[in-house]
């Protein structure tokens, strides 16, 4: 999920990160994730490929791109990967993923600036027009 988030747009990747603080709010054997790679008590690889998730090593990984989402660029993203890292409780429902989708959809709606052409005529265009004979320059004497 947070993977996702780090690769999706504002309006999706704060509802995104808002599931993922539920998820670790609920599941508090997901706390692990959050630990540093020195901390991790369990030795071995995460393996994602494995047909059984039980034998795939889940708590060898860390959430590393919590770290990344906390120097997004926007500010929503910025808190919501703080309060994940910081384990602080979702508040519901001003912090549900489906208003924060709302929210920030809403605002990227508003923030959105139509590219607008503008045809110039180029500068020689239209000169000579009206004029069928041909005119030819003569050379100076000198």
């Known amino acids: 999920i947070l993977t996702v988030a780090m690769h999706a747009p504002v309006y999706t990747s704060v509802p995104l990160i808002a599931l993922a603080r539920q998820i670790l709010q609920r599941y508090p054997s997901a706390h692990q994730l959050l630990e540093s790679e020195s901390d991790v008590i369990t030795a071995g690889q995460y393996t994602p490929d494995v047909a059984d998730p039980e034998?795939?090593?889940?708590?060898?990984?860390?959430?590393?791109?919590?770290?990344?989402?906390?120097?997004?660029?926007?500010?929503?993203?910025?808190?919501?990967?703080?309060?994940?890292a910081r384990l602080k409780l979702i508040q519901l429902p001003a912090e549900s993923p489906e208003r924060l989708w709302n929210e920030s959809l809403k605002d990227a709606d508003e923030a959105y600036i139509p590219f607008q052409r503008?045809?110039?005529?180029?500068?020689?265009?239209?000169?000579?027009?009206?004029?069928?004979?041909?005119?030819?320059?003569?050379?100076?004497?000198?």
């Open 118 to 142: 503008h045809a110039k005529k180029h500068p020689l265009a239209g000169k000579g027009e009206g004029k069928s004979h041909i005119r030819f320059i003569t050379p100076r004497k000198s």
């Open 55 to 84: 034998y795939s090593n889940p708590f060898s990984t860390s959430a590393w791109e919590l770290a990344c989402l906390k120097f997004h660029v926007h500010p929503a993203v910025r808190e919501q990967a703080d309060a994940a």
